[in-house]
């Protein structure tokens, strides 16, 4: 787009440069050189009568009286003055012109003859002046479309690729930008368009998400009541053939468990991923009600340092479930009190949440290894941290040990950017609060 503007805008200037500026050139040259001549002539015709007013009066003809006119008024171009009296006398008057040079020749009454002659280069290089100051124009309005060009095609490229960025985000099921108005009227029309649509995707989007998790959770309930039946019938009974059953039975019931499972996870993945804009401030309040009265009963402390407005992208569960890690292992392993804190990171919009506290901190011999399966301090079966990490990896962020003594853990998330309303990735209404569901605790990774 912008190389188009720019090619349009030059071949524009080109043609008013070549159907201006050629014939402006011309005609101003000629003009200047009518304008000598005509200047010529007048100072040939001035001092003919000159002459003959002396001759009439019987007075001689000197070169101080050819001399006024050698040079003329001011600003005119020098010529050389030649008078031929009645009787055959010359009289001369400036320097003599060699080379081509324009002539002019005025006889008196009396018979006097008057000649004026003017450099033919000193014509020509005046004419130039005028050419040149076109040609400097030219340039100038060259520059000047070029410059209004660029700028044109930047104020008309930079919307669309915002555009195309938007659409990009909403193909990708991710937050949508509010964008501002261009001034351009068919792009405003356009973004107001897309962002109808943005509104409606969200919506439906939202609507699968919630259906895709209501049938998750109602037919896990029946199923999980059914393998247990299915067990407590394979250990109760006696017959032989009776148990065969109960297992085959309980196999199916597991495949279709796992069957659910694939087919709730395909369709996530095709509505381009499960993170959305998350308030920090919740999820983590939702936490801190949650451990809290087990922090209370060890006789330690809770603490949470998050802004209110911050806002990250990630999946709600799944962030819910990392930092109940965290505070767990820190309840567990660790001493004092327990800080959860977020701040900046960068000048990308990243923020990273912080879980420490004030124990002894991780051994130097488990530091390198603690995300890793099946490592762990003795208490907890190594598995916690390390399905953590790849929580967060799944969101596009990490989790890493910031600091080991006294140990922090830190969550890098992906910050949603201020030019962003975290309110559009779903339409008002349409937001399952992470706080639903709070009177039955999550269990933590372990």
Do not use: C
Not at 24 to 38: K, M
Not at 58 to 82: K, Q
Not at 130 to 146: D, R, W
Not at 380 to 408: F, K, M, N, W, Y
Request: zero cysteines; a neutral charge.
């Amino acid at each position: 787009m912008r190389r188009r503007v720019l090619q349009a805008t030059i071949a524009a200037v080109t043609v008013a440069v070549v159907l201006l500026g050629i014939p402006l050139a011309f005609y101003g040259a000629r003009l200047v050189r009518d304008a000598e001549l005509r200047d010529l002539a007048d100072r040939a015709a001035a001092l003919g009568r000159q002459v003959e007013t002396r001759l009439g009066a019987d007075r001689p003809i000197t070169e101080d009286l050819l001399e006024i006119y050698v040079r003329g008024d001011d600003g005119a171009l020098p010529a050389a003055v030649s008078v031929v009296a009645p009787d055959g006398t010359r009289v001369r008057a400036g320097e003599p012109i060699e080379g081509r040079a324009y002539p002019a020749v005025v006889r008196t009454e009396s018979g006097a003859v008057v000649l004026l002659t003017m450099s033919w280069w000193d014509v020509f290089w005046r004419t130039s002046r005028v050419v040149a100051l076109v040609v400097a124009a030219s340039t100038v309005a060259f520059a000047a479309g070029i410059a209004m060009s660029l700028w044109q095609a930047r104020r008309l490229a930079a919307p669309l690729i915002y555009l195309a960025a938007s659409a990009e985000q909403l193909g990708s099921g991710q937050v949508r930008p509010r964008l501002e108005a261009s001034g351009v009227e068919e792009i405003d029309l356009v973004a107001a368009e897309l962002a109808r649509s943005a509104d409606r995707l969200a919506g439906r989007l939202a609507a699968e998400r919630q259906f895709a998790a209501d049938a998750s959770h109602q037919l896990r309930t029946p199923l999980t009541a059914l393998s247990m039946r299915l067990e407590e019938i394979g250990f109760e009974t006696e017959k032989e053939e009776v148990r065969e059953e109960a297992r085959i039975s309980l196999e199916q019931v597991e495949r279709l468990v796992m069957v659910v499972d694939d087919l709730l996870t395909r369709s996530r993945r095709a509505q381009g991923g499960t993170t959305e804009a998350v308030r920090l401030l919740e999820v983590v309040h939702q936490q801190q009600e949650e451990w809290g009265p087990s922090f209370a009963s060890a006789g330690r402390n809770l603490v949470v340092e998050v802004p209110p407005a911050t806002a990250v992208l990630a999946t709600p569960g799944a962030l819910a479930q990392v930092l109940a890690t965290l505070i767990e292992n820190s309840l567990k392993h660790g001493a004092g009190t327990t800080t959860v804190r977020s701040r900046p990171s960068g000048s990308g919009g990243a923020v990273v949440v912080e879980v420490g506290d004030e124990g002894p901190g991780v051994p130097d011999d488990l530091a390198p290894r603690i995300f890793e399966r099946e490592v762990t301090s003795g208490a907890g079966t190594g598995l916690g941290l390390s399905l953590a990490r790849d929580l967060v990896a799944a969101d596009g962020g990490r989790l890493e040990l910031a600091q080991r003594r006294p140990p922090v853990f830190a969550v890098f998330l992906a910050g949603v950017p201020k030019v962003l309303d975290p309110d559009v990735v779903l339409p008002r209404g349409s937001l399952v609060s992470p706080r639903k569901g709070r009177g039955r605790r999550r269990r933590p990774l372990r």
